[in-house]
């Protein structure tokens, strides 16, 4: 089972760690897809508006980044956040 699903609280720092980490390495698809995690912790906690900020900002990565597969992801995972 996903982390976020298990342990949402504990699934959000280790994502924040990871974030930060991967923010200071310059390692930016790293911290778009912390992001999505993020995203994904708080939908499953019920904070829907916080989660579409980390996946939009997750998406905006995605884009400046030309990543394709990934951007359509966090474009269906906003959807998803839209109902």
């Keep these: 089972m996903h982390e976020s699903r298990r342990d949402p ?3 959000e720092t280790h994502y924040r760690q990871a974030l930060a980490l ?7 698809p790293l911290a778009a897809h912390c992001r999505m995690g993020v995203g ?3 939908a ?3 904070a829907f508006d916080r989660a579409r900020a980390e996946v939009d ?6 884009r ?4 394709t597969r990934w ?5 269906t995972a906003l959807k998803n956040l839209a109902h």
Excluded: C
Excluded at 22 to 28: I, T
Excluded at 57 to 62: F, G, K, L, T
Excluded at 71 to 75: H, K, N, S
């Design 9 to 11: 609280p504990g699934a």
């Design 22 to 28: 991967s923010e200071e390495l310059g390692m930016r």
């Design 40 to 42: 994904a912790v708080f």
């Design 44 to 46: 499953a906690l019920g």
């Design 57 to 62: 900002a997750a998406r905006e990565h995605y």
């Design 64 to 67: 400046d980044m030309a990543m």
């Design 71 to 75: 951007l359509d992801r966090a474009d």
